[in-house]
């Protein structure tokens, strides 16, 4: 390939300002196909005529779209055999025509959301999972209401909802939570309407609670797919838990004593993952969801 061209100050300053205007329009598309005003059969219309649109990366597309992250986007676009890097407006007729099938209709009226309940032993590696999911954009993650004092690095808000033991009472009253159980001396519970919102706006919800809870919510709501996150071995459990650094060693008993309790309860769940790779089960929750 030879030297780019030479363009005058002028020349340059347009083709900027160029630039520019396409990102703020396509920052614009990406927001309406977020909040649902635009589909993709919208987007790909318009790609037609405007060439911003048209050299919108189908990846940026598909990660607009609720409830579509950044791996449900990279397993759509192998199965259409799209590249990576490909823009709407290379895109073949084959291909368009699988992307308008697959998003049929409007995002407005997609299906409700599907409901993943993640559970295991303490240690197993639960939180580390939802933190990635939470990351790559597949699921709305709920945040949970505790009891439980934070540890270091974890924020009100992000991590649980940090609340007293007095405002658990009143919320258990009020019946504000889909589900809420006991563990380890402290009472854990998933706030009801967010995540029914949640749901009702298309987005797959992840649950990472424990055992009970993950009963709790299959019995409320029999569509919720419950997975169970199972350790490699015994051993790699242990160690995980000592890794963390997050309890003393009592604590940790403790913790390893429930924990040979919580394995029994495999059984009933739908799925057992073993998490051997993060990203490995990442992909298996995603397609679980799909
Ligand atoms: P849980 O939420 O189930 O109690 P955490 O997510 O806190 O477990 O994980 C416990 C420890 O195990 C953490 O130090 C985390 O970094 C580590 N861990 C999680 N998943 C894996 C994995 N697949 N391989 C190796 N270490 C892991
Ligand atoms: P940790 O104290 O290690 O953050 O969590 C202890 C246990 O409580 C973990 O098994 C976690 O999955 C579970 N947990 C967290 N939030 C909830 C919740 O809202 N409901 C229930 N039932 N369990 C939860």
Redesign the pocket.
């Known amino acids: 390939m030879g030297a780019p061209p030479q363009l005058s100050p002028e020349a340059r300053k347009a083709a900027l300002l160029k630039a520019a205007q396409s990102r703020k329009r396509r920052a614009e598309i990406k927001g309406k196909i977020k909040s649902g005003e635009y589909s993709v059969d919208a987007v790909l219309e318009l790609s037609r005529t405007d060439d911003a649109i048209a050299k919108m990366r189908v990846r940026e597309l598909l990660e607009a779209l609720s409830g579509v992250g950044k791996v449900r986007a990279q397993v759509l676009m192998e199965k259409l055999n799209i590249s990576p890097t490909r823009r709407i407006v290379g895109l073949g007729r084959h291909q368009i025509k699988e992307l308008r099938n697959e998003f049929m209709k409007p995002v407005h009226a997609t299906r409700p959301g599907k409901l993943l309940v993640l559970?295991g032993p303490?240690g197993v590696g639960?939180?580390t999972v939802a933190t990635r999911l939470r990351q790559t954009g597949d699921f709305w993650v709920s945040v949970?209401a505790?009891t439980?004092a934070p540890r270091t690095n974890e924020l009100h808000g992000v991590d649980y909802y940090f609340i007293s033991n007095d405002e658990f009472d009143r919320r258990v009253k009020e019946d504000e939570f889909l589900?809420?159980?006991e563990?380890?001396g402290?009472r854990?519970?998933?706030p009801s309407n967010e995540v029914l919102d949640a749901l009702n706006r298309g987005e797959n919800v992840l649950l990472?609670?424990?055992i009970?809870?993950a009963k709790q919510v299959k019995a409320h709501l029999p569509q919720a797919i419950l997975v169970f996150l199972e350790p490699p071995s015994w051993e790699e459990l242990v160690a995980r838990l000592e890794g963390r650094g997050t309890d003393g060693p009592e604590r940790r008993a403790h913790r390893l004593e429930l924990a040979q309790e919580e394995l029994a309860a495999a059984s009933f769940f739908d799925h057992v993952v073993v998490n051997d790779e993060v990203e490995r089960v990442v992909g298996l929750l995603v397609s679980f969801a799909s």
Do not use: M, Q
Request: without cysteine.
């Open positions: 559970s303490g639960k939180s949970s505790t439980r589900e809420w159980a563990f380890a402290n854990y519970g998933t990472e609670i424990e009970d809870g």
